[in-house]
């Protein structure tokens, strides 16, 4: 299968201050730091990791809301790294966005059939009887009455929300869709709705998405391959049946291991598999050295303190970085 | 006897919109060293739940209407404030879901360690520093002598959150009642927190009630189960006896609509609709608008809690034994 999107080597630095005042130093947090993927058409790539591991940076620098530091994309196989805005515009279409919270994605000031029009307008279409037909579309296709146009976000409930959410993205029939944490803000009877719709929408659109989520359950659930990230960087991606019954790195057996059990009989069992990974995410204003997990790893060796692991392939289609792998 | 009782607990808001029951009828009683979860979706009521039996909830504008709680042969919801002050801390401890905003930023974690102590006991100084390096160390944070003198902000959220469980156990509570305390972490530091509250239930010997929305932190953690929806308890049961034999088909909606690790599903078995708006709640059975197994008698009268098998018990006049 032929790559939608395809990003080399990126990287996204912010530059940050701290310390007191008269003894402020300033430094560089690198969100991202190094990271290649590629996406193929009608895929949905799995982007998991636990808060600033740099999840949601990159998912934005993938549709260029941020720019990159270093490192290139590829759209459809034509660089968009550095290509100015304007130039940009075409290719912005094909690629939206879903926001995780959807009572802070909304203007609440403007109605439903604004809201989802919004970008209609912006990519030159006139508030018209077609224009206003399309949006009717839109609210169908993601589950919401006629009578929702004419309303104000307050109006509904967090699910309904991030329907309206879902149909403003794809109102412009993009390619690449990115959701952020689409689910984790919503209750869980109305998680399995959206996630549903999605699936559904993927089909009926032939959507390409970036599904990015600390939950690894649902991820598994609608994910066809599965990246997982710690502090900027990507350690470990392969299909999902495979990643989630043979994972290499230890990062990825710790964050399986830690997902709570579904029946209470496998309790004990839970337990003993995750005894062994301990302590927080280190800051990401100040990563270890080498592996940058090697402070919470169970297997750390010398070399894991000194060097950074390379990724490598030891099974088709299965990246993984950790020197364990390479020296087995 | 049971450590704690509640019975007939009606919690009641005042609102611009008229007065609003948050819970209604809310009977259950908790052994000691038990550990129960209460499991819900906003506005199930699980936390005011928690907040009542705390006397937490400003009056007004929440009032209990009815019932009461009874907790060691005293009635909780009869005592004066000031009694009630020297229950929480040394009776009833509590654990809320934001390390953060629960932990003052102006002191550092040892003189609110300290202050706790020095609330319910008579210690000497050295006593107290004494008594909270251990507990500090009891939970899991490193050197923590040298942390006595850490702001909140110096710390990691799930180092915050030990904090948290060390300052609800320094005086030794029989009860200690967690809302969502791991919802705020990150996965790998949720498992930790939750294996430490199961160790620190063997050691201590105290109960706990454990507030969450999510079926896996139950599975995890709880001896028995109270299922909450819109302010009413609509099953409760042993653990093995909620997740083998669901009753109630809001339970049986919950367990069948998350995604599992163990097992691949095509399609998950969403629970169509949304929450009830508190203020405009349906009429009989409050699940009756979302569930498959509606019929005309469910929204004649609200179905009472029933046990069904044994110690087993739903509210739904279509749950039978199995």
Redesign the interface.
């Known amino acids: 299968m032929s790559a939608l999107i395809e990003a080399t080597a990126l990287e996204k630095h912010f530059a940050f201050g701290e310390g007191r005042l008269l003894s402020r130093r300033s430094g560089r947090l690198r969100a991202v730091d190094g990271v290649s993927l590629r996406i193929a058409h009608g895929e949905t790539l799995g982007l998991v990791g636990?808060?600033g591991c740099g999840k949601s940076t990159l998912g934005r620098l993938l549709i260029r809301l941020i720019e990159p530091t270093a490192g290139a994309i590829f759209f459809e196989g034509e660089e968009i790294t550095r290509r100015p805005t304007k130039a940009l515009r075409e290719k912005r279409r094909a690629m939206q966005i879903i926001f995780q919270d959807p009572y802070g994605a909304l203007n609440p000031r403007m109605r439903v059939e604004d809201i989802i029009m919004e970008p209609l307008l912006i990519h030159g279409a006139k508030s018209d009887g077609p224009t206003r037909q399309k949006v009717s579309e839109m609210l169908n296709l993601v589950g919401l009455p006629r009578h929702a146009r004419d309303r104000f976000p307050h109006e509904f409930?967090g699910?309904?929300r991030q329907r309206i959410g879902i149909a403003r993205a794809l109102v412009l029939r993009p390619k690449l869709v990115v959701c952020d944490e689409p689910v984790s803000a919503l209750?869980?009877?109305?998680?399995?709705?959206i996630?549903?719709l999605l699936?559904d929408l993927q089909g009926e659109l032939r959507l390409t998405y970036l599904f990015i989520a600390?939950d690894?359950?649902?991820v598994?659930?609608i994910s066809n391959r599965v990246a997982v990230m710690y502090l900027g960087k990507i350690v470990e991606v392969a299909e999902k049946r495979e990643l989630?019954a043979k994972p290499l790195h230890p990062y990825t057996q710790?964050?399986?291991?830690?997902?709570?059990?579904?029946?209470?009989?496998?309790?004990a069992s839970?337990?003993a598999a995750?005894a062994r990974?301990?302590g927080?995410?280190p800051s990401a204003l100040h990563p270890p050295a080498g592996c940058r997990f090697h402070t919470r790893c169970p297997y750390v060796m010398t070399i894991c303190r000194a060097e950074e692991p390379k990724i490598t392939e030891p099974r088709a289609g299965h990246e993984v970085a950790c020197h364990l792998v390479g020296s087995s | 006897m049971s450590l704690l009782e509640v019975a007939g607990l009606t919690t009641a808001f005042k609102t611009r919109r008229g007065e609003i029951t948050a819970i209604e009828d809310v009977s259950f009683t908790l052994a000691e060293r038990q550990i129960l979860g209460i499991v819900g979706e906003s506005g199930s009521g699980k936390s005011v739940t928690a907040l009542t039996i705390m006397g937490l909830l400003p009056n007004p504008p929440a009032r209990i209407a009815s019932g009461e709680v009874r907790f060691d042969g005293t009635v909780l919801t009869r005592l004066s404030d000031a009694r009630m002050q020297k229950i929480r801390g040394s009776g009833i401890a509590m654990v809320f879901q934001e390390p953060m905003t629960s932990l003052n930023p102006v002191f550092t974690i040892g003189e609110q360690l300290m202050e706790t102590l020095r609330a319910h006991e008579r210690l000497s100084p050295k006593a107290q520093r004494e008594r909270a390096i251990e507990m500090l160390t009891r939970v899991g944070i490193p050197s923590a002598a040298l942390r006595l003198g850490d702001y909140p902000h110096q710390l990691s959220g799930g180092q915050r959150q030990r904090v948290m469980i060390a300052i609800a156990l320094a005086c030794r509570p029989r009860l200690l009642i967690a809302d969502e305390p791991t919802t705020a972490l990150d996965v790998t530091v949720q498992a930790q927190i939750l294996d430490l509250l199961l160790d620190l239930r063997d050691e201590f010997g105290m109960a706990i009630i454990i507030i969450t929305h999510n079926m896996g932190v139950i599975a995890q953690t709880a001896d028995r189960v109270l299922v909450m929806y819109a302010g009413r308890i609509v099953e409760e049961a042993r653990i093995g006896a909620l997740f083998d034999r669901p009753l109630h088909p809001y339970t049986r909606g919950l367990l069948e609509c998350v995604p599992s690790l163990e097992q691949d599903k095509a399609r998950l078995a969403a629970i169509p609709g949304t929450l009830p708006d508190p203020a405009s709640r349906p009429r009989g059975c409050r699940y009756a608008p979302r569930c498959a197994l509606r019929i005309e008698a469910c929204t004649a009268a609200i179905p009472a809690l029933l046990g069904i098998q044994g110690e087993h018990a739903a509210a739904c006049i279509r749950a039978t034994p199995s």
Do not use: F, T
């Open positions: 636990e808060s409930s699910g309904q209750d869980v009877s109305v998680q399995a709705q996630v549903n699936q600390h690894l359950s649902v598994k659930h989630y710790a964050l399986i291991a830690a997902v709570p059990v579904a029946h209470p009989g496998n309790r839970a337990r995750r990974v301990s927080d995410v």
